[in-house]
């Protein structure tokens, strides 16, 4: 989409898992770490570049996303404690003046269908204020955010991350079929390993 809308990607990976017992991004998933599966996503879309936002275990973190695509970008929410909020609001804020939307990517997520992510663009690019991918009638994730909700997602506060923004646009929000649920699985708790294909 060289020619096309700038968008860009965040790569939200700043939790500390605890409901995972921590280290959640760097337990092993396939044949390197689960942070891995979202970044696999996060550069296979239509994007200009890749922002890892790191909280906890930031420097093993950073190393990890580095080591997967040395272009990855690293921005560091200092106040990540606060929620998935100050993570998305340390990525949204980092991204360039003229980027006219941002794929939000969870770094828990790692079986995002890539096919999915080209429709969601096209969505955007003709007009839709966001995109988010579905399966069988649930809502999941990645996102999808045009500029016009940057102000929003940066007055956002606490761990609700950007539900509250979408569910706020009515039919200005594309819904997108994915071809599977990996737009619905996330890892939580360490059984939730063995959900892998």
């Known amino acids: 989409m060289a020619t096309g809308p700038a968008f860009e990607a965040v790569v939200l990976a700043a939790g500390s898992g605890s409901r995972f017992g921590g280290g959640k991004l760097l337990a092993a998933w396939d044949a390197g770490v689960l942070l891995e599966g979202a970044l696999a996503a996060a550069f296979a879309a239509p994007v200009r570049s890749v922002t890892v ?85 649930r809502r999941g994730n990645p996102v999808l955010l045009a500029r016009s909700l940057f102000p929003q997602l940066l007055a956002l506060t606490g761990d609700a991350g950007a539900r509250g923004v979408l569910q706020a646009l009515g039919d200005r929000l594309a819904l997108v ?20 294909r």
């Open 53 to 137: 936002v790191i909280g906890a275990d930031a420097e093993a973190v950073a190393a990890a996303a580095r080591d997967f695509d040395p272009r990855a970008l690293i921005v560091y929410a200092a106040d990540y404690v606060e929620g998935m909020s100050a993570s998305l609001r340390a990525g949204i804020a980092s991204l360039p003046a003229d980027a006219d939307a941002a794929f939000v990517f969870l770094g828990d997520m790692p079986r995002v269908p890539t096919e999915v992510l080209h429709r969601m663009a096209q969505a955007v690019a003709d007009g839709a204020a966001a995109a988010a991918p579905v399966f069988e009638g």
């Open 177 to 196: 079929e994915a071809p599977d649920d990996g737009v619905l699985f996330d890892v939580d708790r360490i059984s939730d390993l063995r959900g892998k």
